[in-house]
């Protein structure tokens, strides 16, 4: 769900007393945090976290798969998550005939798209990273998705995404705002990231940015946007690209679907959509609803188009989606400025010159 929408709006304000409840929960637990009241456990081997400050939508998904992308090929990496919304609970690796019900759609969808690489899921990090170098006892380095808040591990890299459109400076707690963190937080980083910025951004408003968020002295603050690939069919893999001439169906479930609707206003003749909430598992009835809302589409030159993490939601319907033109539209991350370099040697730098401090 959108809580930002226009008619939402006026019951977050509601809300607001709750907020200043969950922000001085969230104070009082970083405080016990910084005084040592509640432990942080290191690890002796680098750990990268990928987190943020606000509820979802900041891009946390595409940048573990950047980060995989420059290092899979040279040495071994796991990825630890939470496994949002599973049907299991506790540790677990996954393997063959892994589904995304087992080990949440995020994992599910870094698991296909890199075999190769260990990703496992648990709720208490603290406690899946021993099981997690029991099983790939050659790992080398450990990605952790969506971790940032969760301090019983002190990572040695901390990345923290914000969203150009909702900037973490200009936010305030949840319910009312999107904030799961104090503002101060980002201190804790080394590196943060503004995502899903236009393309063409400029060098001012990039200044503008940075004079806000106020970065400290060891910080490095980079700036990306989203790249959409060339959709590909569900379950058949072949390609066909979006154009002028074509009307669309949508089918999200993801907590930003903003960028991708944009996008789509400029390459398709129209679009469609029917929306469900982050995380959302699909029915046999939602997949009716979708089938009913395509057929009563007045053309012949239409597609159901839908993003990576709900795929792997809906992939389970493979009797009924055999004939369904059903394409997954993939993104990745585009760093701004020419600093993609920058920041992936920043990476490289953190792993080789890695000591591990208790």
Known sequence: MNFNAPL???????LFPLSLVYGAVIWLRNRFFDKNILKSSSFNLPVICIGNLSAGGTGKSPMVEFLLKILHSHMEVAV????????T???????????????GDEPMQFHLKFPEVSIAVGEER??????????KPDTKVIVLDDAFQHRT???????????YSNLFTRDWFLPTGDLRDEKNSYKRADVLVVTKCRADLSAEERKAILEEIRPLPHQ??????????IPYHILHRNELRVNDSMEVLLVSGIANPAPLKRYLQEVSKTYYEIPYSDHHIFSIDDLKEIVKRFDNMQTTNKIILTTEKDAVRLVKFEQQLKELPVYVIPIEVQFLFNEEQVFSDLITKFIKEFTFRP
């Open 80 to 87: 630890l998550s939470r496994g949002y919304k599973r049907k």
């Open 126 to 135: 603290v406690v899946a990273i021993p099981q997690l170098l029991h099983d």
């Open 89 to 103: 609970r506790g540790y677990a690796l996954a393997g063959e005939g892994t589904t995304a019900l087992e080990i």
């Open 153 to 163: 591990v002190k990572a040695g890299l901390n990345i923290v995404l914000t969203d």
């Open 220 to 229: 490095h603050v980079f700036f990306s946007t989203i790249r959409y690939g």
């Open 8 to 14: 939402l709006r006026p019951i977050r304000i509601l």
